[in-house]
């Protein structure tokens, strides 16, 4: 009983390493800096960094030897994100930027490759998506009481902090509108559960950013 405990703690474990790896990657391909991921996920950017090279080296290697490399982004459905995401950081990320964004020039860098490349491998298929549907409440009532340009850079702050949390748990932007954003997160049919839960849990995040990261700043 010992032993199969100890094999269940190292496939844990592994598992979770692999995990951790998916997520800085699939921010990466998102063309998210690395010191935001490094922030993000509360860890260096050295390290952060090394785990790049040594994917663009494996993947080097397979072009090479003529081989496929696997694709990032199908696997992130086999592994519970919300366990290896610090919330804590992601509402002071949240904090600061929308400080910043008030108070200077506000930076919108999401990019919006990755997600065509999802659509464009799915095309003229059927597909099992999880949606995600998130937007400013009141948002008519703010456009009459504030400055056209204060409030589009409240929207480009909120829309920059919601773009990165679905991106770490795996999920895609499908587009802006307006003050809205619509996202999906794929799912893997014999893997169901673990994708369903990361949206779930991403919705639930997102809500504690607005609470605590972003309302204070604007109160």
């Excluded at 390493?17 to 998102?30: A, D, E, G, K, P």
């Excluded at 509108?177 to 995040?205: E, K, M, Q, W």
Aim: charged letters at 25%; hydrophobic letters at 40%; aromatic letters at 8%.
């Amino acid at each position: 009983m010992f032993i199969d405990m100890e094999m269940a703690n190292e496939d844990f474990d592994s598992r979770t390493r692999s995990s951790h790896r998916q997520t800085i990657l699939n921010l990466y391909n998102s063309a998210i800096p690395t010191e935001i991921i490094s922030f993000q996920l509360d860890i260096s950017q050295g390290e952060v960094e090394n785990i790049i090279e040594d994917e663009m080296k494996e993947e080097e290697k397979l072009s090479l030897k003529g081989a496929t490399p696997p694709d990032a982004c199908s696997s992130m459905d086999l592994f519970y994100l919300d366990a290896i995401i610090n919330i804590g950081l992601a509402i002071k990320h949240a904090q600061n930027s929308m400080w910043e964004a008030l108070n200077s020039e506000p930076k919108f860098d999401i990019s919006m490759e990755e997600k065509e490349k999802i659509l464009e491998k799915f095309a003229k298929s059927k597909v099992t998506l999880v949606i995600l549907y998130i937007d400013l409440v009141d948002s008519t009532k703010l456009s009459m009481t504030l400055p056209v340009d204060r409030l589009s850079t409240i929207i480009q702050a909120f829309t920059q902090e919601m773009s990165l949390i679905i991106e770490a748990y795996g999920g895609y932007i499908l587009k802006y509108i307006g003050d809205a954003i619509l996202a999906f997160f794929t799912v893997n049919i014999d893997h169901a559960y673990l994708p369903c839960a990361n949206s779930v849990n991403c919705a639930r995040s997102t809500i504690k950013i607005v609470k605590k990261g972003i309302n204070p700043i604007l109160d």
